[in-house]
């Protein structure tokens, strides 16, 4: 009996421990043609309906119970691979997956309408590289940004600029990071243009709220961009020409199968042209003045990758772009006893670098960790110089001046993060960083030199340099609660140290996502963010001569807490629609007093400005198609904004100047077949608020601003100095025009036997819209019948700088 009961003892522990055998199955995914690694492809059990995804950096990993186990591997645009096997111990699979040769369908993305339906994240917003390769654009110079002003949720600003605007945010409130290195200053020609190189980035990801927690640092957004990583198998070169810039990009092995580059530089060539003409020209000139002026920015992408093994990897890559504006004259006088020579030379030059230097280890079949060491710098100098000559028979007097001013901001970081996968149903993400920040708010710099009157001044003055460390933790927790309710639980602590004071942050994040179906599910979101920089502009465009400043002792860091709620669909297998709403409230935000703005070179911008609230809130609807020979999205938003600071408005909570009711973007990309593809986008906004409150205006809507603006027509007065001023009761008491403006493009593709060659022709605001760049007040002027003069009219008038503008760009590829 004993014996019998011990057997039975026996088998049955044999029987509870064999079916709590689990393994695990991990490795990596990659492209088959590029080898690049493939993120968020999706690896399940068709058998047991669990399955995971790919990260960052194409790793996944999956636990299941011994025995006979099926894979499928898919992503969109490339071919299912299924595998079938006995799992007996920890396995790992390591594919390269090949692209789907598709004759009818046209895939233009890599991410199936089933992820989005099926994540935890929300208000994230992707549009495939290739699209906005396709997309119509100013001038014909393709940009990120710009595309990404057609999403919802995110404003543009003034016509034409790169700014993002999102969710009621202001320009500073974003963090955009290239490879994971913050880029301070994204624009080139005063915001006309972005730094980020298309034909060097991979992918990108805008985060507008639902913020994972390993993301910090800003209120508003996240755009996190990624740049490609170099071909392993073959060479490639794409080399383009446009109206205002060349641009040429070369990836391919160093070793096949083992280490790769890229590197893409792009500049413009205005000041190439026109140097030949105008030295000839100075030349010619019947005058003693001649000189010589230009423009051009340029940028260098470059990016290392190194394989050590299946489980170790190595990345080192790097950016640098610049933008320099500069003059120079000289002349000559003679007289009867002296010769005078005068010099003058002007620079104006402002630019990011940042570096990555990357390593990848699998520690083992469900940890992955990720070192990252980071630089980045934004730089930005004015020089002057003025050098004059007497030139006499026995001696020569000199009278020199130079002044310069430069200003900017400087980062050292170190980031250490963890992928950890329990199980298929349980995803813990955890790391830690630390960034060494210095801020140098402006030095001046003044040099002068008078040999007549025996004076020399060499000085230097300024704000002084300010140091600051700024460190976080963060964890993340992503896992099944129920079959169709999905939570990811998240907390960052941050923590910024600046003369001797430190700020300390606990933010809480929140994620979830419930399956009513298949094809529908509704998400939610909670978000804390705190930031702990400011930028100090002087306009509404974003400028070089902004500045970057850290909290001090009265001006705290600005925080803000975000909720969101909304579904997401898949439709016929190739549509995605999301559905969200939102609402953010802002504190600590701040904003120039009545009147003022920041010049002073004592560096005292605390008494300029001052503290308030804000917040936003809205709808955002998107319709996307990413298959198909006709592919694109219809984003639509309705939204909120409004700002409320004691000293200004009487204390009056106003809307702020980016505020917009009604915004509707419509881009659409259609390849009729491999010779021609055609795209257009359409854009309808509500007008933007401004402020006008220093004098009274007749009739100030009359004369060539539409009916579309209009005012409460509530002034205050009161007596200052002596002098008589008059002021509305709020800020942006009056509204722009509505905005609209369509934009088209055609490209003509042909096959050569040793490249493809590449024509796009298209036009930036087609049927020329006038859209106000900005409004300025003027008088209108009359006679009378008898013609006698009218009394002079104060009226508004507006500045479009942007009718229809054609453009051409020629790009080989091979």
Request: net charge neutral; with cysteine; charged share 20%.
């Amino acid at each position: 009996m004993s014996k019998l009961f011990t057997v039975f003892c026996a088998n049955i522990f044999f029987i509870t421990f064999s079916a709590a055998q689990y393994y695990t199955v991990s490795g990596t995914l990659t492209d088959d043609g590029t080898g690049e690694q493939l993120v968020s492809a999706n690896i399940y059990n068709p058998d047991t309906y669990t399955g995971t995804v790919t990260n960052y950096y194409g790793f996944y990993s999956l636990k299941m119970p011994a025995g006979k186990v099926k894979l499928v591997y898919s992503y969109v645009g490339y071919e299912t691979v299924h595998k079938e096997f006995m799992l007996t111990r920890d396995t790992v699979i390591n594919l390269a997956i090949k692209q789907e040769l598709m004759i009818e369908a046209v895939v233009i993305s890599d991410k199936s309408p089933d992820a989005k339906v099926r994540s935890t994240q929300m208000s994230l917003v992707e549009i495939p590289m290739q699209q906005i390769r396709q997309l119509p654009s100013l001038l014909g110079e393709l940009d990120v940004l710009k595309s990404i002003q057609l999403l919802p949720g995110v404003q543009s600003g003034t016509e034409g600029l790169s700014g993002l605007y999102v969710r009621g945010g202001g320009a500073d409130q974003n963090l955009i990071l290239l490879d994971g290195v913050p880029v301070y200053n994204v624009n080139h020609l005063f915001g006309f243009f972005s730094v980020f190189n298309p034909y060097a980035i991979h992918s990108f990801k805008l985060y507008k709220g639902g913020f994972p927690a390993r993301y910090g640092g800003r209120l508003s957004s996240v755009l996190d961009i990624k740049m490609k990583e170099g071909n392993m198998k073959e060479y490639k070169v794409d080399a383009s020409l446009g109206l205002i810039a060349t641009s040429l990009s070369v990836e391919g092995p160093i070793v096949k199968d083992k280490a790769s580059f890229i590197i893409s530089a792009r500049r413009t060539y205005y000041d190439i042209l026109t140097f030949p003409a105008q030295k000839a020209l100075s030349k010619a000139a019947e005058t003693e003045y001649n000189g010589l002026s230009g423009y051009f920015f340029q940028d260098f992408n470059a990016k290392v990758n190194y394989k050590f093994s299946d489980r170790s990897r190595l990345y080192l890559s790097a950016y640098t772009g610049k933008d320099k504006a500069y003059a120079s004259f000289k002349s000559e006088y003679e007289d009867y006893d002296y010769t005078l020579q005068d010099k003058m030379k002007m620079k104006f030059w402002w630019g990011n670098i940042t570096s990555a230097l990357r390593w990848n280890y699998i520690f083992s079949s469900n940890l992955f960790g990720n070192l990252t060491a980071t630089y980045s710098r934004y730089k930005m100098e004015i020089a002057d110089s003025w050098l004059s000559k007497y030139i006499y028979t026995d001696s020569t007097l000199k009278n020199e001046f130079e002044f310069a001013y430069n200003s900017g901001i400087e980062d050292l970081a170190l980031k250490l993060d963890f992928d950890f996968r329990p199980s298929a149903s349980h995803t813990i993400l955890f790391g830690l960083d630390n960034t060494y920040h210095t801020f140098s708010p402006g030095v001046f710099v003044e040099r002068v030199r008078f040999d007549e009157i025996g004076q020399n001044i060499d000085t230097t003055f300024g704000a002084a340099e300010i140091y600051a460390n700024e460190f976080s933790a963060y964890a993340e927790d992503e896992i099944s609660v129920l079959r169709d309710l999905k939570v990811n639980l998240g907390l960052r602590f941050a923590g910024f140290h600046v003369k001797g004071k430190t700020y300390l942050s606990y933010e809480p994040r929140l994620s979830a996502r419930y399956m009513i179906n298949n094809n529908i599910s509704v998400k939610a979101s909670y978000a804390e963010m705190q930031q702990n920089i400011h930028l100090l502009a002087n306009s509404s465009m974003s400028l070089p001569t902004d500045l970057w400043v850290p909290v001090t002792d009265t001006v705290r860091p600005m925080r803000s807490w975000q909720a969101a709620m909304g579904f997401a669909v898949k439709i016929l297998h190739s549509f995605e629609l999301t559905l969200e709403g939102y609402y953010k409230e802002m504190n600590h935000v701040i904003e120039y007093k009545e009147g003022a703005s920041y010049y002073d070179v004592q560096g005292n911008w605390q008494s300029q400005i001052v503290a308030g609230k804000g917040w936003s809130y809205g709808t955002e609807f998107m319709l996307q198609r990413m298959t198909g020979k006709t592919t694109g999205w219809i984003a639509y938003t309705l939204a909120w904004s409004q700002r409320k600071f004691d000293e200004i408005s009487f204390g009056k909570v106003f809307p702020y100047k980016w505020d917009r009711r009604h915004d509707l973007a419509i881009a659409v990309t259609h390849k009729f077949n491999d010779k021609i593809d055609v795209s257009g986008a359409w854009v309808f906004g509500s007008g933007y608020p401004f402020t006008f409150g220093e004098e009274m205006f007749e009739n100030p809507f009359q004369y060539i601003i539409s009916n579309n603006i209009y005012s409460n027509n509530d002034y205050y007065y009161y007596e200052q100095n002596d002098k008589f001023l008059e002021y509305t009761s709020s800020r942006n008491n009056y509204r722009l025009p509505v905005y609209h403006r369509l934009d088209l493009n055609v490209s003509f593709h042909k096959d050569k036997k040793k490249y493809i060659r590449s024509w796009s022709f298209g036009a930036y605001n087609v049927y020329s819209r006038s859209n106000p760049f900005f409004i300025f007040k003027d008088y209108k002027y009359g006679y009378y019948s008898d013609g006698t003069p009218k009394p002079p009219k104060k009226v508004l008038k507006q500045i479009s700088f942007f009718p229809v503008i054609p453009y051409f760009r020629y790009n080989i590829s091979f």
